[in-house]
T-cell receptor, first 113, second 113 residues
Framework: QKEVEQDPGPLSVPEGAIVSLNCTYS??????FMWYRQYSRKGPELLMY????GNKEDGRFTAQVDKSSKYISLFIRDSQPSDSATYLC?????????????FGTGTQLKVEL | DSGVTQTPKHLITATGQRVTLRCSPR?????VYWYQQSLDQGLQFLIQ???????AKGNILERFSAQQFPDLHSELNLSSLELGDSALYFC????????????FGPGTRLTVT
């Protein structure tokens, strides 16, 4: 079993929809939770990070972490065609292992006009 | 543009050969990370260097090695290449004390024939 599980999709939504992307994890030592966006043939781009549990909002994006359930989410409001990309969750512990990030396999999102 | 540069963009080589991938981190970043991204395995952490010293090791094969030079650029050496080594190789960098913020380069696409 992988440490981080993520539904690969593809997820197709109409423009303006609210998108929910999720990851589950098994390692209770994870404390930092990140979301990256990756356009085709490009490097991952850091969208948001959250430390421990709670919510964080940045414009149209909201990240949620529920450590009790080992479940994290990224919500995208008013989705746009430019949001079409693969979204990767990533996690790391507080100490040890350098700054190693453990990634999910990514969810492919397509926002259609 | 993340500020991380990687060369070359594409590399096509034959089985059994050796290649070197190069990465320049963002200005001021001391940590460099190497990742491999393949379709079936997702983004896998290979190795981290901090200011010239190896800091953490992931799923890096013995045929692969890396180093970070005094000017902080890094090279990933892949030898005795196999078909299964075909993948995207990403370099990322992070600043001191910013454990969760890794900035990725555009990647090198390696094709082994």
């Amino acid at each position: 079993q992988k440490e981080v599980e993520q539904d690969p999709g593809p997820l197709s939504v109409p423009e303006g929809a609210i998108v929910s992307l999720n990851c589950t994890y098994s390692n209770s030592a994870f404390q930092y939770f990140m979301w990256y966006r990756q356009y085709s043939r490009k490097g991952p781009e850091l969208l948001m990070y959250t430390y421990s549990s709670g919510n964080k909002e940045d414009g149209r994006f909201t990240a949620q972490v529920d450590k009790s359930s080992k479940y994290i989410s990224l919500f995208i409001r008013d989705s746009q065609p430019s949001d079409s990309a693969t979204y990767l969750c990533a996690m790391r512990g507080l100490t040890g292992g350098g700054n190693k990030l453990t990634f999910g396999t990514g969810t492919q999102l397509k926002v259609e006009l | 543009d993340s500020g991380v540069t990687q060369t070359p963009k594409h590399l096509i080589t034959a089985t059994g050969q050796r290649v070197t991938l190069r990465c320049s981190p963002r200005s001021g970043d001391l940590s460099v990370y190497w990742y491999q991204q393949s379709l079936d395995q997702g983004l896998q952490f290979l190795i981290q260097y901090y200011n010239g010293e190896e800091r953490a090791k992931g799923n890096i094969l013995e045929r692969f090695s890396a180093q970070q030079f005094p000017d902080l650029h890094s090279e990933l050496n892949l030898s005795s290449l196999e078909l299964g080594d075909s993948a995207l190789y990403f370099c990322a960098s992070s600043a001191e004390g910013r454990l969760y913020e890794q900035y990725f380069g555009p990647g090198t696409r390696l094709t082994v024939t």
